[in-house]
């Protein structure tokens, strides 16, 4: 067993240092204080699918599946930061608070449910739209990019091939141009302390990112976005049949085994219901 630990390592370590494109830049003084204090896991929609192959290529052929959606609210000293913005919270005023997608032809789904808005979640902790600070998309999908416009003077980090992609596709969220934006090209250390790394993982879509939450007490989580849907495709690098990019999304995921290697990360996957299940919501937070 020990040998076996060893390898792991060795391996791990080899795949961190043999990884291209894993540059973060801060690395943190572990005796500085991260401006991380807070993160809240928020409730943004709950789907369902007829066939969970579609993100499972040739496994579970024709088994339903639900998966949750998830938003991300961090407080930071330097003010609040929102990552992702969910199922629009129109579709709470819908029939059955529902949205049919329509994703691989007539009647496939995904189905969206939006029982509780983002909007009146945030006002349970008392922060209100203005409040916050930054906001970024891991990428224009619906259910990740649906409510952007609820925080129109909020400056968007966004990776600009995604930016120049969304809206292009019938599944993407166009972007309103006036939305104050800043176009990132790769990684990015958002405060420069750290606490707060934007990672590059395309493949999902062009422009696709994950985040890097450095949090004092709970130690470093990434939050992946759709970089992987659930914990099942990241242990066997599923990639689902509409992907952008199939070579791209299994680099990804590389990059991300490594940083988790390197910096002995949690992964949070937005969709993977167990996970979900296990982990405490707003109000509740992590530290
Ligand atoms: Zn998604």
Redesign the pocket.
């Given at each position: 067993m020990k040998a076996k630990i060893t390898f792991s390592l060795v391996v791990a370590l080899a795949l961190a240092l043999a990884t291209p494109g894993v540059r973060i830049s801060a690395t943190p003084n572990p005796q500085a204080k991260s401006g991380v204090d807070r993160l809240y896991v928020i409730d943004c929609g709950d789907?369902t699918g007829s066939d969970e192959s579609h993100w499972t290529p040739g496994v579970n052929v024709g088994t339903p599946i639900g998966?949750p959606?998830h938003c991300y609210l961090i407080h930071h000293t330097q003010g609040w930061v929102l990552w992702d913005t969910g199922i629009d919270d129109a579709v709470a005023q819908l029939p059955n608070h529902e949205e049919v997608f329509h994703e691989w032809g007539p009647g496939t789904g995904p189905i969206w449910r939006k029982p509780i808005t983002l909007a009146a979640q945030l006002e349970e902790i008392h922060v209100k739209p203005s409040d916050i600070k930054l906001m970024a998309v891991?990428?224009s999908?619906p259910?990740?990019a649906g409510n952007v416009e609820m925080f129109p003077n909020t400056l968007m980090l966004v990776q600009k091939v995604e930016y120049e992609w969304a809206g292009s596709r019938q599944d993407t969220v166009g972007f309103n141009k006036k939305h104050p934006v800043k176009l990132v090209d790769g990684d990015l250390d958002i405060f420069g302390d750290g606490s707060l790394v934007l990672l590059s993982t395309p493949g999902?879509t062009p422009g696709h990112q994950s985040l890097l939450v450095r949090l004092p007490k709970t130690g470093p989580v990434i939050l992946s976005?759709?970089a992987v849907?659930f914990q099942t495709s990241f242990e066997h690098r599923y990639v689902p049949d509409n992907n952008w990019n199939k070579q791209a999304s299994l680099q990804s995921v590389d990059k991300l085994a490594a940083v988790i290697a390197k910096e002995h990360a949690q992964l949070w996957i937005?969709?993977d219901q167990s996970q979900s299940d296990s982990q405490k919501k707003l109000p509740a937070y992590y530290e």
């Open positions: 789907g998966f959606g891991s990428h999908h259910d990740h999902h976005g759709d849907h937005n969709h």
